[in-house]
């Protein structure tokens, strides 16, 4: 049997909490799919009436939204709402007939709203898109639980850079390594780096300044000896989510950031590769950098969550999917106390 474990809550030092830091300071909104705020506000708006395409679409489907805009527009503007506020997303300049095309992104799984607005205060009606993963998630939304209290979260409006140090994998890690931060990307909206090799090992004691500055998770596989996060449990790979307290999202809530995260899978523990059926290296991926976004062990087999591996096919179940939506871009920026 193949626990796949994160280093265990009862071990309460190693999911850390530090206290009495002063946090990093975060950059204001750049990355990831909100590329500019427009307020297009307290106007009396004309209708813009766009031809919406079917809004529920499987992942990474081509979908546009087309229509006419006014003669005097230079602009339209596709915008998502996202806490509240509406953000560009995308925008492109209307024919000379005022036609427009605009690309409605189906990268991130889950439901949000959109709307097209123009230079000349045209604006459309909400409709919702539901994103949809290319098969059915097996288990219940419900079954999620959170390393924490107050949900943790990284910085969806930062990318989040990772290593690799696949020195003792078998082949194919990097390729299995990309799959899953593609599938987590889609889950939480988040962009995720690869930065490249590393010889770092994750121990227990790490901190983000461990890493190397454009790296915030490491994943190494290593002989027991080689990480003191081995010594934490029976667990044949781990993850160490570092947390910090005094942040808040975009709503207020506070929320403790996770900074960064190390990943030490025993190299002398061999699994298949891929993410077929049965015991995957694809499965144990998802699994810890479930814990790297924040997410604790259910009980229900049919999550990837769940810590004894040895189900079907390695992908998420609907209650990975919930929790990872909530963990993700969808509550906006994590700022600190200043507000940065
Ligand atoms: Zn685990």
Redesign the pocket.
């Known amino acids: 049997m193949l626990f ?3 280093s265990s809550r009862s071990v309460p030092s190693v999911t850390r909490v530090i206290l009495g830091r002063t946090p990093k300071v975060v950059a204001p909104a750049v990355a990831g799919l909100v590329v500019a705020v427009s307020a297009v506000a307290g106007q009396a708006a004309t209708a813009v009436a766009p031809a919406w395409p079917t809004t529920t679409v499987v992942v990474n489907s081509a979908r546009a939204v087309t229509g006419t805009v006014d003669a005097n527009a230079t602009r339209v503007t596709l915008q998502q709402l996202s806490s509240g506020t509406w953000r560009s997303v995308t925008s492109a300049a209307p024919t000379s007939d005022g036609d427009f095309s605009l690309t409605v992104p189906t990268w991130w799984l889950g439901s949000r709203q959109y709307r097209v607005v123009t230079d000349t205060q045209q604006e459309s009606a909400a409709t919702t898109f539901a994103i949809k993963p290319n098969y059915t998630p097996a288990g219940k939304a419900s079954e999620h639980e959170f390393l924490t209290t107050d949900l943790s979260r990284r910085n969806p409006c930062q990318p989040i850079g990772w290593r690799l140090n696949a020195r003792q994998a078998t082949a194919g890690a990097l390729t299995d390594a990309r799959i899953a931060f593609q599938k987590l990307g889609q889950a939480t909206g988040f962009t995720f780096r690869y930065r490249g090799t590393t010889s770092l090992i994750p121990q227990w004691e790490d901190d983000p300044g461990s890493y190397p500055a454009d790296t915030q998770i490491v994943i190494a596989w290593a002989r027991r000896g080689q990480s003191s996060l081995f010594s934490t449990g029976d ?1 044949d790979a781990y993850a160490n989510p570092y947390f910090m307290e005094g942040y808040h999202n975009a709503d207020g809530s506070p929320t403790m950031r996770i900074l960064s995260a190390g990943l030490v899978i025993d190299s002398t523990v061999h699994v298949a590769a891929g993410y077929g059926a049965g015991i995957t290296r694809g499965d144990l991926l998802l ?2 950098l479930g ?1 790297a976004m924040g997410l604790d ?1 259910v009980g229900a087999p049919a999550e990837i969550m769940y ?1 004894i591996m040895g189900r079907g096919a390695a992908r998420y179940g609907k209650g990975d999917l919930a929790g990872l939506e909530q963990v993700g871009a969808k509550l906006g920026c994590v700022y600190d106390g200043a507000g940065h």
Do not use: D, F, I, L
Request: charged content about 20%; hydrophobic content about 10%; overall charge neutral.
């Open positions: 796949a474990s994160r667990g699994h810890e814990h062990h810590p």
